[in-house]
């Protein structure tokens, strides 16, 4: 199956537990959440690109190098590929949010970064998945579709950002399938 469609993917809090208050130093802080190998490996053959894009600015607060994030990102990659996924690229910020770098979500830096990479990507058949406002912001600045994923209802600032809400990666599965027949 060939698909024109890229899935943007936040890390923290959709891919893996989100260590609040704190950062994923290293690979043995990486928890995966239930279902994300099992959810990637049904979409995988959707999407013509899946692509992690994570701002990590425990890097710019010196808590962690780019080495250690590098080691976190092998592990995520080895888990995937026992379900058989692959990404296509992991982009990371690692400035700090006062930095306002244009890398760091909501600005929508590791988006062109990708598209660079990768010309065929088509922001408007894209889906941004996250679970934070940034990353809302961040899809609708490049013209994707959006999926928020939260166990508690959004907060009314960021609902004009979000096309859809799921639990978890997981349980968002159909609605992304859905995306991809408008």
């Not at 979409?43 to 899946?50: D, G, Q």
């Not at 010309?119 to 013209?143: A, H, L, Y």
């Amino acid at each position: 199956m060939t698909t024109e469609w890229t899935l943007f993917l936040d890390r923290d809090g959709v891919l893996n537990r989100k260590i609040e208050d704190d950062y994923v130093k290293s690979p043995d802080a990486l928890e995966m959440l239930e279902g994300v190998g099992e959810a990637l490996a049904t979409l995988r053959p959707y999407f013509r690109r899946m692509v992690v894009v994570t701002n990590q600015q425990g890097i710019g607060k010196g808590l962690m190098s780019e080495a250690d994030l590098q080691a976190v990102h092998q592990k995520l990659r080895a888990y995937l590929q026992t379900w058989g996924v692959y990404l296509d690229a992991i982009y990371f910020a690692p400035a700090l949010a006062a930095e306002n770098s244009p890398l760091r979500k909501p600005q929508v830096g590791m988006a062109t970064q990708a598209q660079k990479e990768f010309p065929d990507i088509n922001f408007e058949k894209s889906i941004m998945i996250g679970d934070s406002f940034s990353d809302m912001q961040f899809g609708k600045k490049i013209g994707a579709k959006t999926i928020f994923i939260s166990a508690k209802p959004p907060k009314d600032d960021i609902l004009p950002y979000i096309d859809a809400i799921a639990e978890s990666l997981y349980l968002a599965q159909n609605q992304i399938l859905s995306f991809l027949k408008n």
